[in-house]
Every structure is written in C-alpha cells, then in structure tokens.
C-alpha cells in the first residue's frame, strides 16, 4: 500500500546526535548513533516521574515533548511504533523468572508494550488517545502504513507519529540485526499541508519507509 502525507520536521533523539547538524550529518553518512544506553535529560518532568525510566521510555517521552513544542499542535492522538518494546525489561524480567520463578509487578507495569508512549502521554498531558503497533516481521512499513491508515482513510486529519527502540542487550544480539540502533523520533502527520508546520511531502513506498532510519533520513533530507 502506498499513500501520499505531509510531515513536519522531526524531532529526533539518540545517544551520540545532539545538535540539527549531528542529525544532518548522520542523514548524510557522516556521523553515527552510539550504540549504548546514553538517556536523554527530562528536565519538564518530576525526579519521581522519570526515576524508574527505560531508555526506551525516556526516549519516547522526550521526542514527544519536542514534537509538541516544535509544531504547537496541542492535544493530538498518537500512533506509536516499535520493532523491540521494552527488551531490556523483557530480559530482566526473564531473568527473574528463571533465577527466582516470580515477577514482581512493578517490573512488569513498566515493561508492557504501550508504557513509553502511555508515560509520554502521562508526562505531556495527552488526552486524545494512542495507538501502540508491534508490526508483524519486523516490518516498519507495515507499521508506518498501520499507523497513518486513520489520516490515510480520512478517519482523522492528522496524528503524532511516534517510534522507538532501544538499544538491543548483548544477551538478544543474535537474534537482531547489527544495523538495530537506539533512536527515537516523532513528528505531526496530516492528510494536506500547513497546519503544525506539515510542509513536508511524503510518499509511503516501502524502499523509502523500509527502516526507521530510512524513513528519518529522507524527512531530515527534506527539511
């Protein structure tokens, strides 16, 4: 399937990108994402709120309220997409369940698969709802077209598309491709261009939408 959607820029996170020109550089081949557990600051949170935090939640909360600032689009439903979830707590809490037979349920509250972008709608005051895709074969897009078929079918003008992995553990790292990278960004996505600063063109054909990545570097091409 294949549909044409307007975009605005981008807000990006990943351990070794910090400024638009890190974020260009990397578009262009010259940088790369650190593969590590390097957190973004959450400064408009409470030290509570973020203590227990993955990567993964801590990059998603962050993109989410950079995207709010960038684009003033207020409250908004949210499409969110991941390749992994929370992988880090699913290997601990495989861990306890092996060494201890239990798993606590503060360990497992925090490690379903919609946590990041619930505790980013917590974090941000979001009240129109999300959407939490785990696209089948890893196919991020299929989770892109999945994600968008509200603006794409009209249902909505527009959304907040959000994704989000996190660095992989080095006890899963067979089973993932060496290519995986923490990197979390989200951006508005609308049926016509303008409103929220959606001015960039954007046609779902899957060589462009294959990867995450893939899909950042033409949007960060185009702003």
């Not at 409470?46 to 989410?64: H, I």
């Not at 129109?128 to 968008?148: C, E, K, N, Q």
């Not at 979390?184 to 261009?193: G, L, N, R, Y």
Request: hydrophobic fraction near 40%; glycine fraction near 8%; aromatic fraction near 8%.
């Amino acid at each position: 399937m294949e549909g044409s959607v307007f975009c605005s820029r981008p807000a990006c996170w990943a351990p070794g990108l910090e400024s638009p020109g890190d974020w260009l550089s990397w578009a262009d081949g010259g940088k790369a994402i650190e593969k590590s557990g390097g957190n973004p600051t959450l400064e408009f949170t409470s030290p509570l709120f973020r203590r227990r935090l993955s990567q993964l939640s801590r990059m998603t909360v962050r993109v989410v309220h950079d995207a709010l600032e960038m684009t003033g689009c207020g409250d908004i439903k949210q499409s969110f997409i991941s390749l992994r979830g929370e992988i880090t707590r699913q290997l601990s809490m495989e861990k306890a369940l092996i060494t201890e037979e239990t798993v606590l349920p503060a360990a497992f509250s925090l490690s379903v698969f919609n946590a990041p972008i619930a505790l980013a709608a917590i974090a941000c005051g979001l009240r129109s709802g999300y959407s939490a895709i785990f696209p089948a074969g890893g196919s991020f897009h299929d989770g892109l077209v999945t994600a968008l078929s509200p603006v794409l079918s009209g249902s909505t003008d527009r959304i907040l598309l959000v994704y989000g992995d996190e660095l992989v553990p080095a006890e899963y790292s067979g089973l993932h491709s060496p290519d995986d990278e923490p990197l979390a960004f989200a951006c508005v996505m609308s049926a016509e261009a303008g409103a929220n600063g959606c001015d960039i063109p954007c046609r779902l054909d899957p060589y462009d939408t294959a990867s995450p990545a893939s899909f950042l570097k033409k949007l960060l091409r185009e702003v």
